[in-house]
């Protein structure tokens, strides 16, 4: 797999080049910060994205400007499938099956440095396709992700992860592929439902984060 970009000027695409590319390796999942602000381009941004060898991949964290590349950090590699990396202003999020079924891991910025993997979520279920958000309300990080046939919800605040909550538990159906936006204290979360097989519909659910407690 070669990933592409394509640096965008106010006035039209500028040629594109190739950003990441390897006969050894196959890449995926290029992913952005969630809070990206179209306004406020940093002089260094970063992106993730998955390494994959054999039955193993690795989570990169590349450094770049306009310019061109900077440097590479591995998020993680640790012998294991490390997929669908997501983040924030300063927290990544991504499942592994390094335990034998899929459980759900983050890793913090502080400015210079991430700190080792550290486990999110752990049980006999799998815990997959997690959503990262900051909204700049606070120090409030917000976690999205499907565990079993339910969408779980769950707060990153004061340095530690809060309880999670089933936000589909009402539902019988098989709920997936969730997703957050919103800003401030205001968000919503949305998410697949199905209905029967090849045939989903979206459902919205709304979110307020009231310091520093929440209802759905």
Same mark, same amino acid.
């Given at each position: 797999f070669v990933m592409l970009i394509l640096p965008s000027l106010s006035l039209g695409f500028d040629s594109s080049y /190739?950003? =990441?590319?390897?006969p050894l390796f196959d890449y995926k999942n290029p992913t952005f910060k969630n809070n990206q602000d179209p306004y406020n381009y940093e002089s260094v941004e970063q =992106?993730?994205?998955?390494?994959?060898?054999?039955?193993?991949?690795? =989570? =990169? /964290?590349?450094? #770049?400007?306009? @310019?061109?590349d900077i440097s590479d950090y591995i998020l993680v590699s640790n012998g294991a499938m490390n997929v669908n990396p997501s983040f924030t202003d300063n927290m990544a999020v991504w499942q592994s099956n390094k335990n034998? @079924?899929?459980?759900? #891991? $983050?890793?913090? $910025?502080?400015?210079?440095?991430?700190?080792p993997p550290l486990? /999110?979520?752990?049980?006999?279920?799998?815990?997959?396709?997690p959503q990262i958000h900051f909204t700049g309300y606070v120090d409030i990080r917000c976690l999205v992700y499907k565990r079993d046939n339910d969408i779980?919800? +769950? +707060?990153y605040w004061g340095g530690a992860w809060l309880p999670d909550t089933n936000i589909t538990s009402g539902l019988s159906e098989?709920?997936? @592929?969730?997703?957050?936006?919103?800003?401030? #204290? @205001?968000?919503?979360?949305? $998410?697949?439902?199905?209905l029967s097989p090849g045939n989903n519909e979206v459902i919205r659910q709304n979110l307020i984060i009231d310091y520093p407690t929440y209802a759905v």
């Open positions: /190739v950003f =990441i590319s390897s =992106i993730l994205f998955e390494k994959h060898s054999g039955t193993s991949s690795e =989570i =990169i /964290v590349r450094n #770049y400007n306009f @310019n061109g034998g @079924n899929w459980d759900l #891991y $983050y890793s913090v $910025y502080d400015g210079a440095s991430w700190s486990i /999110v979520d752990s049980t006999s279920s799998d815990e997959t396709n779980y919800f +769950r +707060r098989d709920c997936f @592929n969730p997703q957050l936006y919103g800003s401030g #204290y @205001n968000m919503s979360i949305f $998410y697949l439902k199905e």
